[in-house]
Nanobody, 122 residues
Framework: QVQLVESGGGLVQAGGSLRLSCAASGRTFSNYAMGWIRQAPGTEREFVAAISWSVSTYYADSVKGRFTISRDNAKNTVYLQMNSLKPEDTAVYYC????????????????WGKGTRVTVSS
């Protein structure tokens, strides 16, 4: 059974930084891409970033230049370094996994974590 466990969310002031982590278990994740999807209250889920096994990456335009996704294949862990945070980044951030290369559509996700909340105050 695949499990994705997120950590690192919290409250931060605008302009600050946070680092999210997601540890995956339950299978071999070679040839699986990992990523982050967020959902703010009253909005649809938004794809944030993804990284393939071979470390190709995808970023949403809204986070390019501010967020960096990385992964440690030996630890089956994906990270999201978030810098220059804005109030509009406030959301629940979900770890996501999909077989194959990077993707950018939330409904194509194979596995989901339970989410970690990020709140950015102005």
């Amino acid at each position: 059974q695949v499990q994705l466990v997120e950590s690192g969310g919290g409250l931060v002031q605008a302009g600050g930084s946070l680092r999210l982590s997601c540890a995956a278990s339950g299978r071999t994740f070679s040839n699986y891409a990992m990523g982050w999807i967020r959902q703010a209250p009253g909005t649809e889920r938004e794809f944030v970033a993804a990284i393939s096994w071979s470390v190709s990456t995808y970023y949403a335009d809204s986070v390019k230049g501010r967020f960096t996704i990385s992964r440690d294949n030996a630890k089956n862990t994906v990270y999201l370094q978030m810098n220059s945070l804005k109030p509009e980044d406030t959301a629940v951030y979900y770890c996501a996994v999909r077989r194959g290369g990077v993707w950018s559509t939330p409904h194509l996700t194979d596995y989901w974590g339970k989410g970690t909340r990020v709140t950015v105050s102005s």
